[in-house]
């Protein structure tokens, strides 16, 4: 997940960095990407949390105004969890499992008016919430 | 390649498996010869799937010399680019050779007793490769660019030409009934691994899984008999260059009937020209690319399709880059080595599949609001 990863790779660049032995090539080349991906990572880090934000703002519409479209024969199909957690990572990594469980649905109906609105619906929050992630992973790309 | 010693490493041609090999290809390839055996092995640099070996024979009498073959051999695990298919390479090479620049076919063989996985045989083409990520440090491409871009669209142009109607590499390409048809096993299979139901999903995947879906939907459809071979995998890495000419075009696994839009749309997709967004394949602009397209065949590039078939091999490659890494258990990188072995893998952020999606997504809008100008 997009959001939980630079944690991740913190730990992992810890682990490494804290070992003690003398480093061979192969470890060389790992502390050499460790210092590519820790730049990369600080060019995100003032921008990250607010974009995280914003993401989930367009994914809980979008998910909102698919469960208003859906019909009620299809609710449960669709809205395959109501939980919505408080944590900004957890909710994030929460509505897209939502989202991608729904895709299969609005695939099946996509030839059906309300189907065809709401796929469109979610294609627009996948490239909206792309468009601001895009714009965070660019600073990485220019670091 | 032009020199051996900075392309590949050393290899031992000793033991049971370069036994094997030898009598195999004199059995099948030099029969008329009194001897043949592998004097020199080689492994080159690079690549990511299929092991390829540069192999010295020396033959002996009447033809008395040395020549090095490359033997392309399977790999043991069906990987992402799989299913592998030897019999295919070597049916796409006797099917195109005096037509297309590929390398002389010597010999295939699908039994695994001989060389433990089925391999094909092929001369070694004297000549330089590239990958994308080094083509702007090659003096060649430095000074001499267009007239790359022009050899390339001139290979574009013989495969175009060749006539695949009534040739032998039907025996290994299936005649579609229509384009939806020829992109919907690619599809599929690309799609699939978004298909199942997980906790973890990115952005990134939940775009990669629909936009399957609108491949499908959105295909443009041409007469069957227009369809020409679409190498699949069109890159610079896949030409061997011999100064500004295409001495041959390798790797042709992925090789399938379709559009012509589609060979182009590989080469030009944005993810083969991230560093340099204007040139078409890191070659040629577009309007240059069009103009030496329309002088080598006599049509202009289409670019409703062209478009269309970027945002195709978009999917094929980022749907290939995103995958899911299911079952990673705590403490395992990325790259699926254990932190507590002795190789760590730090691994890295997943900035990759954010700019392929956006890349990709541009496109999309452009191909739906009707503006095939958007590259």
């Not at chain 2, 490659?317 to 995958?323: I, N, Y």
Request: net charge negative; hydrophobic share 45%; charged share 25%.
């Amino acid at each position: 997940m997009f959001y939980d990863e630079p944690g991740g790779l913190l730990r992992r660049a810890g682990e490494l960095l804290s070992r003690t032995e003398a480093p061979d090539e192969a470890l060389l080349a790992q502390l050499r990407l460790i210092g590519v991906q820790l730049k990369r990572l600080g060019a995100m880090w003032p921008d990250l949390f607010g974009t995280l934000d914003a993401e989930n703002h367009i994914l809980l519409a979008a998910h909102a105004d698919i469960v208003a479209c859906v019909p009620q024969s299809l609710a449960v199909q669709i809205v395959t969890d109501y939980e919505q957690p408080a944590d900004p990572v957890l909710l994030n990594a929460a509505l897209l499992r939502q989202l991608n469980d729904m895709l299969a649905v609005l695939h099946d109906h996509r030839h059906e008016a309300w189907g065809a609105a709401s796929l469109q619906r979610l294609r627009r929050a996948v490239a909206d919430a792309a468009v601001i992630q895009g714009a965070l992973t660019d600073k990485a790309w220019a670091s | 390649m032009t020199d051996l010693d900075s392309h590949s490493t050393a290899e031992s041609s000793v033991g049971a498996q370069w036994d094997s090999l030898a009598r195999f290809l004199h059995s099948e390839a030099f029969a008329d010869a009194a001897t043949l055996r592998i004097v020199d092995v080689r492994r080159p640099r690079g690549g990511m799937s299929w092991e390829t070996f540069f192999v010295l024979l020396d033959i002996g009498s009447p033809h008395d010399r040395q020549q090095w073959i490359a033997v392309k051999r399977a790999p043991g695990d069906v990987g992402p680019l799989g299913p592998y298919n030897a019999r295919k390479d070597a049916i796409i090479f006797q099917s195109l050779h005096g037509h297309v620049p590929v390398p002389k076919f010597v010999a295939h063989c699908d039994d695994p007793d001989v060389f433990v996985r089925p391999f094909t045989a092929s001369e070694l083409i004297e000549g330089e490769s590239d990958d994308l990520y080094r083509i702007e440090r090659w003096p060649t491409w430095q000074t001499h660019r267009d007239e790359l871009g022009q050899a390339i669209v001139d290979a574009l142009a013989a495969l175009h030409r060749f006539r695949w109607q009534g040739n032998s590499i039907l025996e290994t390409l299936r005649i579609p009934g229509s384009i939806h048809d020829a992109l919907r096993p690619m599809v599929e299979w690309y799609s699939q691994p978004y298909q199942r139901r997980r906790d973890d999903v990115t952005l990134a995947q939940i775009f990669w899984r629909d936009l399957g879906v609108w491949l499908l939907d959105n295909a443009p459809e041409i007469p069957v008999d227009e369809m020409v071979v679409v190498h699949g995998d069109l890159r610079f890495g896949n030409m061997l260059w011999q100064g500004t000419r295409v001495a041959a075009i390798i790797d042709w696994e992925r090789a399938m009937l379709g559009d012509p839009m589609s060979n182009l749309g590989f080469l030009s997709m944005p993810m083969a020209r991230r560093r340099r967004p204007e040139l078409m394949g890191m070659a040629v602009t577009f309007e240059r690319l069009d103009e030496l397209y329309t002088a080598a065949l006599g049509t202009p590039i289409d670019r409703r399709r062209f478009q269309y078939y970027m945002i195709f091999w978009q999917f094929i490659e980022g749907s290939l880059m995103s995958r899911p890494t299911s079952g990673r258990p705590e403490g395992v990188g990325p790259g699926g080595t254990d932190l507590a072995a002795r190789r760590p893998v730090v691994g890295t952020l997943p900035i990759g599949p954010t700019l392929h999606l956006n890349q990709t997504l541009r496109l999309v809008e452009a191909f739906e609001n009707g503006d095939h100008d958007v590259l």
